[in-house]
């Protein structure tokens, strides 16, 4: 009976366990072949009526703080890599077409709109204080690099303090995902753990209890 009891287990255990393993598996597959691009959007089509616009907004909103978190992770690269060009005597111009080049992305392919920009006639500030509408978190970054390009005010200050700030941000980020962990690990344990505890070890002891009786 304990073998049954075992087997039983096990075999629950691993038919809840498959989901999740694909699921893993699936995304290993996909960050290994898309590298360092931005995840796609994916689309999801709700229903219409006020439970589909209310949906849809859930859904935006998830979108763009994914978006917005991709973006923070890559600011620190980007400020030192923006940090070496600019110390080295790159114009702030300069600085951003290594950046189009070299920082990571989704960093590098917003620099490559502000390129694209000037390479077709626009001005650079003007690129820049366009990207800031688009792209409020990089608002600093382009009252930076205009003041800079505008002035010939000295950059390397500020550069530092806005990479040791998105630092600052991106440890306060990993604070608050070891919180929530736990609540995570609550699952597993719950729908997973307990369970196969509970049949390997209470089950064959309640069914020798019951055989004596």
Not at 30 to 39: E, F, K, W, Y
Not at 40 to 59: D, E, F, Y
Not at 156 to 181: F, K, N
């Amino acid at each position: 009976m304990t073998i049954v009891v075992t087997v039983v287990a096990g075999a629950w255990g691993v038919l809840a366990a498959a989901p999740i393993v694909t699921w893993s598996r699936r995304r290993a597959v996909t960050r290994r072949v898309m590298g360092a691009r931005p995840a796609p959007v994916r689309r999801v089509h709700v229903a219409s009526g006020p439970l589909g616009r209310v949906l849809q907004g859930i859904l935006r909103r998830r979108a763009a703080a994914r978006a917005d978190a991709r973006l923070e992770a890559a600011l620190p690269a980007a400020y030192d890599l923006l940090l070496a060009a600019v110390g080295a005597g790159c114009a702030p111009a300069g600085a951003a077409e290594l950046a189009a080049v070299w920082a990571p992305e989704p960093v590098a392919e917003l620099f490559r709109h502000v390129q694209v920009a000037t390479e077709l006639g626009g001005s650079f500030p003007d690129a820049l204080i366009s990207l800031a509408a688009t792209t409020p978190l990089l608002a600093p970054l382009v009252e930076v690099l205009t003041t800079s390009a505008e002035l010939g005010a000295p950059a390397t200050g500020a550069l530092v303090r806005l990479a040791d700030e998105a630092r600052s941000r991106a440890r306060r980020r990993a604070e608050t995902r070891a919180r929530v962990l736990p609540v995570k690990l609550l699952f597993p344990l719950v729908f997973l753990v307990l369970p196969a505890f509970g049949l390997l070890t209470v089950a064959p002891a309640l069914l020798s209890a019951l055989s004596r009786l």
